[in-house]
DNA sequence: ACCGGCTGTCGAACCGGTTCGCGTGAAGTG
DNA sequence: CACTTCACGCGAACCGGTTCGACAGCCGGT
């Protein structure tokens, strides 16, 4: 069932029904009408590809998330979630590009091939070479996390090192003068990853304005490495009485750890860091955080982008958010000291 | 930069071209490397919509995935995952679509305009029409579980009838008499998902024949909802000590309702259920569970899918998965009862 | 020297849409 | 009634690949 077989069926020309279809010149009532019915008898859809070919537009956007590690993380799993329903909401399809790394095959496609008409990234990197690809063969992007130098760029991001400083400040208010800072895997970290980078700078600029004892840590996205590193913490320094973490990954071997160590949260140890809010009601007590907004996020992307790609011209916007934190039940004053002794720390443990 | 061009300056003809980029014809060594030098040296990578158009072949797999309320779960995560990667590793591209309901635009897309080669289907239902609208455009489809009639289908499911008896035998086998059943939302379980009511059968089944008292709730798929159903299944039923569950994203909300009842994991009460392994991890003390294998499941759905491309008059396959019980450390014997008494029910609470 | 077969390449048709320029017939005007 | 104006619909070209039939040239065989 092509559009030939419409005209045949309707008695007019392809083009006619073309019009019909998309409305681009005036067609009579009457020849409307008439082709109109075809169309609904015979359930006639155009073939995607012809007209992808036709008019160069795929109507398609890709999302490109290099993989961290094997798996994916609560909070990517929001942003693709909410990326492709509000790519559906403006009749966006949403291709699923993995990795995104360079000579990779699947980003080569979306990129070489033309299978998209733009592309939102996830996974930012400070210096992301993903951005002179894509400009090099002319895709739009729009990125979810901003490089070392976003002026100029089109992108929603997380003020991270704003909300590491929230966290810190929140923490040095009830007390606290021995403070952890527990962060993505020190992979991530070497390669460029923006949110680890920003966020841990924010935590030691205000660790350092509020002249509290920080150590800084990489974890692995994991709960048996947030276990580790727990132990690792208060191993190096036992008057430890509250952490920070980017890692929502790790949050239940967090508090897995604290717990084992006889740690009451948030009696004797508080926790709070930056993670989407269903995640932080996950664990017990609820998590105090500044809550990432993952849905606003992938709508802005999607708005972004397709405003970019409907006003080529357009000059580059982006969105900086710093959501504030939701107080929870995961931070209390500091106490005289831990209440007790849980199983004494044995030693350090690899924390991934 | 197409064919003709890369043609052009090789001094060739287009079908020439085609012939060294496609191998469907012998070409000369000379000509093939004149070519290849050309391709290389402009980064020549061949139009998809205009391949497709002409070969009839998008290269591209759809994941129909109806969302369960207005989230993901984590399991529906880890397939998305695992497929996107099993695709990419065979030179595939996955295309989402969210919803999949009837009259639903993403999915008519889909189907209608040729988009894809085929399909995967998520979060099935015993009677899923899904099916009905892929075979009447002609789309081969692999589904993630199975309907009531699976026996002619291409599918690769959990046998969660068989995993809901497991639980409930080995919570029996360690002395547990009053059990509950902890399912997916109720809004799911009318919608016919395959998964809840198979669990459900299985459970009955295997709390009859064992004469263990029990009951079953059907819960949202959050932490408060499972907070919530937790408390009113000691209100109904305050001699519980044990409980299975197929609902992932209230696993949280179970621990936490059983640490504000004063009850013990495992000493006081024993949970179970069917949860991939990452999530078992999660939370403490760590699930006994079925682990779903996600991986593994994804792959086989591409795997299968893929093949049933290939060659279209293959005759129908399947896997249907059972994996054991992982013992971690939420089970335990039944005790004499509750050790001591936490807040006092006060009533029931909706679950969502 | 002639013929048959085989290789390697070409040209043209085709996939299913979109878009542009043009022709036609009806309506409006002096 | 002749002439412009306009609305409407048609045909052809095009998007960028794939594929098939044909053909040229070369080889070896008799």
């Given at each position: ?93 949403v291709l699923l590009s993995p990795s995104g790394m360079d000579s990779d095959r699947s980003f080569q496609r979306l990129l070489g091939e033309r299978r998209v ?48 400083e929230a966290c810190v400040h929140h923490l040095a208010d009830l007390g606290h003068r021995t403070i952890a800072f527990v962060n993505r895997p020190e992979q ?82 508080s926790v709070t860091g930056v993670v989407a809010s269903r995640w932080a009601e996950t664990v017990t007590p609820q998590l105090t955080a500044a809550d990432v ?60």
């Amino acid at each position: 069932m092509n559009i030939g077989e419409i005209a045949k069926r309707a008695g007019v020309s392809r083009s006619t029904v073309s019009y019909v279809l998309s409305g681009k010149r005036p067609v009579s009532d009457g020849t409307r009408q008439k082709i109109q019915r075809v169309i609904d008898e015979l359930g006639y859809q155009p073939n995607a590809s012809a007209r992808a070919l036709a008019n160069g537009r795929t109507n398609t956007i890709g999302l490109v998330f290099p993989p961290a590690g094997n798996h994916y993380t609560g909070m990517q799993l929001d942003f693709i979630g909410n990326v492709v329903e509000a790519a559906a909401a403006k009749d966006y399809d949403v291709l699923l590009s993995p990795s995104g790394m360079d000579s990779d095959r699947s980003f080569q496609r979306l990129l070489g091939e033309r299978r998209v008409d733009g592309a939102i990234l996830m996974e930012l990197r400070l210096q992301d070479d993903r951005f002179e690809h894509l400009n090099s063969v002319g895709l739009p992007a729009v990125a979810i996390g901003r490089t070392a130098h976003p002026e100029n760029g089109w992108w929603v991001g997380l003020d991270h090192t704003a909300l590491a400083e929230a966290c810190v400040h929140h923490l040095a208010d009830l007390g606290h003068r021995t403070i952890a800072f527990v962060n993505r895997p020190e992979q991530l970290l070497r390669a460029g990853y923006e949110s680890a980078h920003r966020g841990l700078e924010g935590f030691t600029k205000a660790a350092a304005e509020r002249g509290v004892t920080s150590r800084t840590y990489c974890c692995g996205d994991d709960a048996s490495s947030g276990q580790a590193c727990l132990e690792r913490i208060l191993y190096d320094e036992p008057a430890t009485t509250a952490l920070v973490t980017l890692n929502e990954a790790a949050l239940g071997g967090l508090y897995r750890g604290l717990a084992n160590a006889g740690r009451h949260v948030p009696r004797d140890f508080s926790v709070t860091g930056v993670v989407a809010s269903r995640w932080a009601e996950t664990v017990t007590p609820q998590l105090t955080a500044a809550d990432v907004p993952a849905e606003q996020m992938g709508r802005l992307a999607v708005d972004l982008l397709v405003e970019r790609l409907d006003h080529p011209d357009a000059p580059a916007r982006h969105h900086l958010l710093a959501p504030p934190i939701s107080l929870r039940a995961s931070t209390g004053p500091a106490g005289t000291g831990p209440a007790s002794t849980g199983p004494a720390s044995t030693g350090p443990a690899s924390t991934g």
